[in-house]
C-alpha cells in the first residue's frame, strides 16, 4: 500500500479538483482520458470517473481530441 505524501503548509487536491483547474485553465479545448491522465499523472479510468462528476461547466461528447488528435470522447470546460 502506497500512502500519500504530504508537505508542511501544502493541501491535497482531489482528482476532481485538479481536473477542472486544468480544464479551465485549457478553456475550450478538448481532451480525451487519455491525454488528461497524462497531463495529470493519473489514470484514465480516474479521470474518466472525475469528469462525470464535475458536472456542471462541462461538455462530454464525442470528438477529436485537441493533444492525440483521434476521436473519442472529450471533455472541455465551456466558455463563461
Known amino acids: 500500500m ?8 501544502a493541501t491535497m487536491e482531489t482528482i476532481q479538483d485538479q481536473l477542472t483547474l486544468l480544464l ?10 487519455t491525454c488528461l491522465a497524462l ?3 493519473a489514470f484514465p479510468g480516474e479521470v474518466r470517473e472525475a469528469a462525470v462528476l464535475i458536472g456542471d461547466g462541462f461538455q462530454i461528447t464525442s470528438g477529436r481530441c485537441s493533444e492525440c488528435l483521434q476521436d ?7 466558455a463563461a
Open 2 to 9: 502506497v500512502l500519500p505524501s504530504f508537505t508542511r503548509g
Open 24 to 33: 479551465r485553465a485549457y478553456r475550450t479545448i478538448r481532451f480525451c482520458d
Open 39 to 41: 497531463k495529470m499523472g
Open 72 to 78: 473519442k470522447t472529450v471533455v472541455r470546460a465551456l
